[in-house]
């Protein structure tokens, strides 16, 4: 399958050197074929700490393939910016949606379902399924 097919993420985080970790740690579990499009929104332009409408839609941009996008957040605003972008209806592509998922767990869990080739729909349930992992 190529990446023109494929579902596109976005990871929001606070912080810039999250976000681009996770991408990375996502990218490299689900590795072994044709990856799906994975970009980091995290911090402010400047590189403080911080959420930032313009890097989430940069980002949402540089991934949608006309399959969907799916963004996955971090915390409180991240979550408020991306709804609000989302109310707005021209910041972010067509077919993107906020995904209720832990951040890191669904982000690993979106990028290999994606890169299989599930559809928007199939991301956005892997990722939310990542809330009953259990550790112990």
């Not at 590795?31 to 590189?47: H, K, Q, S």
């Not at 971090?74 to 910016?81: E, F, I, Q």
């Not at 972008?85 to 972010?92: Q, S, T, V, Y």
């Amino acid at each position: 399958m190529s990446d023109e097919q494929q579902v596109g993420i976005v990871l929001v985080s606070h912080s810039g050197p999250v976000a681009e970790s996770v991408a990375e740690l996502a990218r490299g579990l689900a590795a072994g074929g044709v990856t799906a499009p994975v970009a980091p929104a995290g911090g402010l332009p400047n590189g403080g700490l911080g959420t930032s409408a313009e890097l989430i839609e940069r980002a949402a941009a540089s991934v949608d393939r006309g399959a969907g996008v799916a963004v996955l957040v971090d915390l409180g605003s991240a979550v408020l910016t991306v709804k609000s972008m989302l109310a707005e209806g021209d910041e972010l592509p067509e077919n993107t949606r906020l995904v209720d998922a832990p951040f890191v767990e669904g982000a690993v869990a979106a990028v290999v379902t994606a890169s299989a080739g599930g559809d928007l729909a199939a991301v956005e349930a892997a990722a939310s399924e990542a809330y009953g992992y259990r550790k112990t």
